[in-house]
């Protein structure tokens, strides 16, 4: 205990030297403008208040080439797996909230008797190999608090909601991970394994809140709430009109005990730091770290003190902005594709459940098919972003069947296209669409455009006004080896034509959408 309580107060020190350090920012004005996240975020809008916008000069974002390299990526893979996933529950732990005690309680000890033996690594990264897939996160740890892998950290106190006299506080000692089910294997060091025979990028997602230790109330909707939440936690009236935080809660409400402890608040940025310093050091190379959530004001400092020892461990790393603001590398739209390009420098991950959510889908005409998929590459490519895709697999670590077939579909379309997404970049301006149905990209020289139809063109021609070929170069349809007939003039533009042969003598799933390679007048 007199140990415990020195580390604790060297851990204090440090927070108070890095926060006498704010007001140093980095200078360098178009360097903070490429890591400057759009005010309309709603994550960033969330912790815009207490967060500083210029990080402290200790601190360093990922490097260039890092940022290069993330950009390049253009299509993964997002898989939750937890608790959850045992009952096939919607939205992941979400629903946790509005249970009754009792149920609860048995959520809580799933973990007990949790043993999905059909959870194969090689066999998830086969698949996502064959989807096109260059990277894949995972839930490491969801907000239910329960880690996927083997943490040396432990849950100091918990709550009984089964106790004598009602819910109530008790002491413990668990690590509260798959290591104490009946599994016992290291699920995230298995597909951290895996992953690198592949060369497929890794991105292992952390909640910051956790709902089962209750160091951790009362931040983010956590079920435990104290009398100071409204100063702990962040609450923003715009992004929360009045009654949206208690409809988190349901019927049955929070669980009302008393605010944590300063010994309390301690441990749990202890343990929120360490659990994350185990994800970057005994994984081998991570690409990225996707934050979820937020904490709070109080403990921002220590929280920023815990992002500056992070990135000495991995500089390179890739973390999402959740809950660290402008410290971010990269952020994610959830559930929707931007309508045109993002109005900022950082780079951009949409994540986008093939299912109703990011759970296992049992419902197989639920999933949105292989065209679907393709399109939202193709449309988050054209406007400068990345695409995840997002699948859950069954309690016993299996995907629905109909998700593997969609997958793959797209995966077939990509083997046949994939030069025209994987590393290509936007064009400049709005030039990354002509109407509702073409989408560009472009080499990274600009030396050739690629031009994506979503649908075969009904007047046997192909009319673009944004594209001047070099003179004297052959135009083609990818995956169709003859060079294409084509005009251009000032006046009526690039027309290619397009007769319904060619479409014929196309691969199958080539129709999802129709590429055309074009090399550039310079």
Not at 3 to 27: E, T
Not at 75 to 85: E, N, Q
Not at 428 to 457: C, M
Request: positive net charge; contains cysteine.
């Amino acid at each position: 205990m007199l140990y415990l309580k020195k580390y604790q107060l060297l851990f204090l020190l440090s927070f108070f030297v890095v926060a006498k350090s704010v007001g140093q920012p980095v200078k360098d004005s178009a360097v903070l403008q490429k890591h400057a996240l759009p005010k309309t975020d709603r994550q960033y809008r969330y912790t815009s208040g207490y967060i500083e916008e210029v990080p402290v000069k200790e601190y360093q974002w990922a490097s260039d080439k890092a940022y290069e390299d993330f950009n390049d990526i253009k299509f993964g893979v997002r898989i939750h797996w937890g608790l959850y996933s045992v009952i096939q529950q919607e939205k992941e732990s979400w629903p946790l909230l509005k249970k009754t005690n009792a149920e609860k309680q048995a959520y809580f000890d799933l973990y007990k008797t949790w043993n999905p033996v059909g959870f194969n690594a090689t066999e998830w990264m086969d698949l996502f190999a064959a989807s096109g897939m260059k990277m894949f996160a995972f839930t490491t740890k969801h907000h239910e608090g329960f880690s996927m892998f083997d943490t040396k950290t432990r849950v100091k106190q918990r709550v009984n909601y089964l106790a004598p006299n009602g819910p109530a506080l008790e002491d413990c000692d668990v690590a509260y991970s798959i290591m104490e089910t009946p599994f016992k294997r290291d699920v995230v060091k298995e597909l951290c394994d895996a992953a690198h025979k592949k060369n497929i990028k890794i991105d292992l997602y952390y909640s910051n809140p956790d709902w089962y230790d209750a160091d951790f109330r009362p931040y983010v909707w956590h079920p435990l709430q104290v009398p100071s939440s409204g100063k702990l936690a962040v609450r923003n009236a715009n992004l929360e009109p009045e009654g949206a935080i208690e409809s988190h809660f349901g019927k049955n409400g929070p669980l009302i005990v008393p605010d944590p402890t300063p010994e309390q608040v301690n441990r749990m940025m202890l343990r929120h730091r360490a659990q994350l310093k185990e994800l970057l050091s005994n994984y081998g190379k991570i690409d990225m770290v996707c934050l979820d959530m937020w904490l709070g004001p109080s403990v921002w400092p220590q929280l920023r003190q815990t992002m500056i020892e992070l990135r000495k461990i991995q500089p390179d790393v890739m973390f999402r902005a959740r809950g660290i603001g402008n410290y971010g590398d990269y952020y994610t739209p959830e559930g929707f594709v931007p309508g045109s390009k993002e109005n900022t420098q950082v780079p951009w991950f949409v994540i986008y459940p093939l299912g109703r959510t990011f759970s296992y889908e049992i419902e197989a005409d639920q999933h949105k098919g292989a065209k679907w998929i393709v399109h939202n590459i193709i449309d988050c490519a054209a406007k400068g972003g990345n695409f995840m895709l997002g699948v859950g697999p069954d309690g016993n670590g299996k995907f629905h069947p109909t998700a593997v077939e969609q997958m793959k579909q797209a995966g077939e379309w990509l083997a046949i296209n994939g030069e025209t997404i994987y590393a290509t970049r936007a064009r400049a301006g709005d030039n990354w669409k002509e109407g509702d149905s073409i989408r560009f990209t472009r080499s990274k020289d600009n030396s050739v455009v690629y031009v994506h139809a979503l649908a075969w063109p009904a007047t046997r021609k192909l009319t673009l006004k944004s594209v001047v070929p070099q003179k004297g170069s052959k135009i083609y349809l990818v995956g169709y080896k003859q060079p294409l007939t084509y005009s251009y003039s000032k006046q009526k533009g690039l027309i290619i034509q397009t007769p319904a042969s060619i479409k014929k003598a196309l691969a199958k799933n080539s129709g999802f959408a129709y590429v055309f390679k074009i090399v550039q007048q310079p």
